[in-house]
C-alpha cells in the first residue's frame, strides 16, 4: 500500500539570518492510507509548521513532501482540492450562520451539502437543529462540530486537524475522538495534532515531536515496549518526602510526580525490589510499590531526557 | 491548629439575563491550601474565578477574598491576590527584568524590593544570564513559569491560576508544579483550573462544577472512594457526562 502523505528531510526556519528559529528539522515519515495518525508534542514542537506546510499554506526551506501523490510546492492547487483542514484557531466566518458557512465551502469546492451528505450526517446533524444561527454564537464544542463538517463537506481524501481538542475538557475530548474513529472506518485518512499525551493510545500510529524533531514514530503499541525499563508506581501518605527519597537511590534513574503516584524509572536491570528494600513503611507510612506498564507521557519523558 | 479561610463564598450566584452561570455555589479554601477549581467547558469556572478576582460583580450571595468583600471591596481584593491567566499575559517585547519591575510596580512595590527580589527569583529560576532578554524570545517552558514567578512575585495571599499549564511539556509541566508547591509552602494559598486529571491530584481538595453548580468537593482520595473510581480521570467523567448545558 502506497503511502497517504509522505514527508521527506524536511526542514523550516523562523526569524532572521543573524538569529534563525528552527520550526522542523529534517522532519521525514509516511502515512499510510486510511491510518488515524497522531503528531503529538507541547506547543513549540513544530506541529502547526508541518501542518501548514503539508496543506500547501507554507513552503519548506528544504526537503519535499507529498500529499495523494501531488508534491505540496509543484501541485498546490491539485492538493487544496483534495484535502480538509482545520486550523488550531477557529477560523469559520463569525457572522454567517451554521448553514451559510457549510454552504459557503460545499461551493468554494464546487459540491453541495446534499451530495456528501452522508460523510458530514453524524456530525453535522448534532448542529443542524441551529442551522439558523450565527456561527460566533455557537458554543465551543458546536463550533469545533461546525468546523470539521466544513473540513469534511468536498469528502477530502487526507483530513488534517491541527490541536482540535486543545482546552477542550475531558468529556468532550472523548467525544471528539470517537467521531474521528468514525470517520476514520469511512476510508478517510486522519492526520490530527494534540499537546495530550494521552490521546496517543487513540491513534493508529504515532510520532512524538519536540523542537522540531520527532522523538519516536511508531504505533502506540510498540512506542511502549521500546521504553526498555522497568517502571515502579509508588505512593505514600508524604509524597513530597518520598519523592525526596526516591530520587536518592541508586537503582533509580529519574523519578517524577504522576498523578496519585510517583513514577520511578528504575536503572538497567533494577527492578521494584530495589525500591521496597530500600524504602520502607516505617517512614513511610501508607507505602504502597508496583511495576507498571508505562503510558506515552512516560515514553516522552524518556525520550525527551534522553 | 486555626485553619484560617481565606475564601469564603456562600451562595454565589451569577446570572447573564435568563441564564445562570453559576448557581448559588458555596465552598471554603483553607490559608495554605491547594484547591483544584475543575469542571467542563461552559460549566461556569470562568465566571466564579472572575468574581472571586473582583473582576465581575456577583448577582446575588456572599464572597469573601483575602478578607475583603466581594461586592464592596474589589479593589483591595486585586491587591492581595495574583492572577495568570491562561493566555500568556506578559509583555513579549520587554525583557524579563523589565517585565517584573512593571508588575511590581503596578502593586506599588518599592524599587528596593524589587530590586532584592529579582536577584533571587532570576536565581531561583536560573535566569540570571537572561535577565536582559526579550520574554517574547523565551521557549514556551520558561514563559509559563516566569509569568508564574511574576503573578506571586508582590507576595499575594491567594494566587488564581488559570490552565497554566495547558500546551506545556510533560517534563516543564512538572517543574511547574514544583514551583506551585513551593509557593504553597510559603504560605501562598493556590487556586488552580487544569484540563489535566493527573494534576488533580496534585492538590489538596478538588471541587467539580457541573452547570453552574459545585457537584463535589474533596480530597482527590476520597473523591475516588465516593464515586468508587480508580482514578479522577473517570470521577470528572461521572460527573461531567451528566452535564446538560453545552460548552462555552
Request: with cysteine; glycine share 8%; aromatic share 10%.
Amino acid at each position: 500500500m502506497s503511502g497517504s502523505v509522505i514527508i521527506n528531510n524536511i526542514g523550516k526556519l523562523y526569524g532572521t539570518k543573524k538569529m534563525p528559529v528552527t520550526a522542523l528539522k529534517d522532519i521525514s515519515f509516511e502515512v499510510e492510507k486510511g491510518e488515524l495518525f497522531g503528531i503529538i508534542g507541547p506547543d513549540g514542537a513544530g506541529k502547526t509548521s508541518l501542518f501548514r506546510i503539508l496543506t500547501t499554506l507554507l513552503l519548506p526551506d528544504s526537503g519535499n513532501a507529498s500529499v495523494d501523490g501531488f508534491d505540496v510546492v509543484k501541485d498546490y492547487k491539485a492538493i487544496r482540492n483534495r484535502v480538509g483542514y482545520m486550523p488550531g484557531r477557529f477560523s469559520l466566518y463569525q457572522d454567517l450562520t451554521v448553514a451559510e458557512n457549510m454552504d459557503f465551502f460545499a461551493t468554494i469546492f464546487n459540491t453541495t451539502i446534499k451530495e456528501n451528505y452522508d460523510l458530514v450526517k453524524d456530525i453535522y446533524s448534532q448542529i443542524e437543529p441551529f442551522k439558523d444561527r450565527k456561527a460566533g454564537k455557537l458554543s465551543g464544542g458546536m463550533k469545533q462540530k461546525l468546523a470539521l463538517s466544513c473540513a469534511l463537506i468536498h469528502r477530502p481524501s487526507v483530513l488534517f486537524l491541527d490541536e482540535p481538542t486543545t482546552g477542550v475538557d475531558a468529556v468532550s475530548r472523548k467525544e471528539f475522538w470517537e467521531m474521528l474513529r468514525h470517520l476514520k472506518n469511512q476510508g478517510i485518512t486522519i492526520l490530527v495534532s494534540t499537546p495530550y499525551m494521552d490521546e496517543a493510545s487513540i491513534c493508529d500510529k504515532v510520532a512524538l515531536i519536540q523542537t522540531g524533531s520527532i522523538l519516536s514514530i511508531n504505533t502506540p503499541g510498540a512506542i511502549v515496549n521500546e521504553f526498555g525499563k522497568t517502571l515502579v508506581a509508588v505512593k505514600a501518605d508524604k509524597m513530597l518526602q518520598l519523592l525526596k527519597d526516591l530520587k536518592e537511590l541508586d537503582s533509580v534513574e529519574d523519578a517524577y510526580p504522576f498523578g496519585e503516584y510517583h513514577h520511578a524509572v528504575m536503572k538497567k536491570g533494577a527492578g521494584e525490589d530495589s525500591i521496597k528494600k530500600s524504602v520502607e513503611v516505617e517512614t513511610h507510612p501508607g507505602l504502597q510499590i508496583k511495576t507498571i506498564t508505562p503510558n506515552i507521557e512516560d515514553c516522552f519523558m524518556a525520550l525527551m531526557k534522553n | 491548629m486555626v485553619t484560617e479561610k481565606i475564601i469564603s463564598v456562600t451562595q454565589l450566584t451569577k446570572r447573564f439575563g435568563d441564564f445562570i452561570a453559576v448557581d448559588a455555589i458555596s465552598f471554603e479554601v483553607t490559608k495554605g491550601e491547594i484547591f483544584g477549581f475543575l469542571g467542563a467547558n461552559g460549566a461556569g469556572k470562568t465566571t466564579a474565578m472572575r468574581m472571586l478576582c473582583g473582576l465581575s460583580l456577583p448577582t446575588s450571595g456572599k464572597a469573601s477574598v483575602a478578607g475583603f468583600d466581594v461586592f464592596t471591596q474589589p479593589g483591595h481584593i486585586k491587591k492581595n491576590i495574583g492572577y495568570m491567566s491562561q493566555k500568556f499575559s506578559l509583555y513579549e517585547d520587554l525583557t524579563i527584568k523589565e517585565n517584573i519591575r512593571f508588575y511590581a510596580g503596578i502593586y506599588g512595590k518599592s524599587d528596593q524590593f524589587i530590586k532584592d527580589k529579582t536577584a533571587t527569583l532570576l536565581q531561583q529560576l536560573h535566569l540570571e544570564n537572561e535577565a536582559n532578554k526579550l520574554v517574547g524570545s523565551l521557549p514556551l517552558g520558561w514563559k509559563q513559569k516566569l509569568a508564574f514567578s511574576v503573578a506571586i512575585f508582590h507576595e499575594p495571599q491567594i494566587v488564581f491560576l488559570d490552565e497554566p499549564t495547558g500546551g506545556v511539556d510533560p517534563v516543564t509541566r512538572r517543574e511547574f508544579w514544583n514551583l506551585i508547591y513551593q509557593a504553597a509552602e510559603s504560605g501562598i494559598t493556590i487556586f488552580v483550573t487544569t484540563h489535566y486529571m493527573d494534576e488533580a491530584e496534585y492538590c489538596n481538595r478538588v471541587s467539580i462544577m457541573v452547570d453552574g453548580r459545585i457537584d463535589a468537593l474533596d480530597t482527590p482520595s476520597q473523591l475516588k472512594k465516593t464515586y468508587s473510581v480508580e482514578s479522577m480521570d473517570e470521577v470528572f467523567l461521572k460527573l461531567a457526562r451528566k452535564a446538560v448545558r453545552a460548552g462555552d
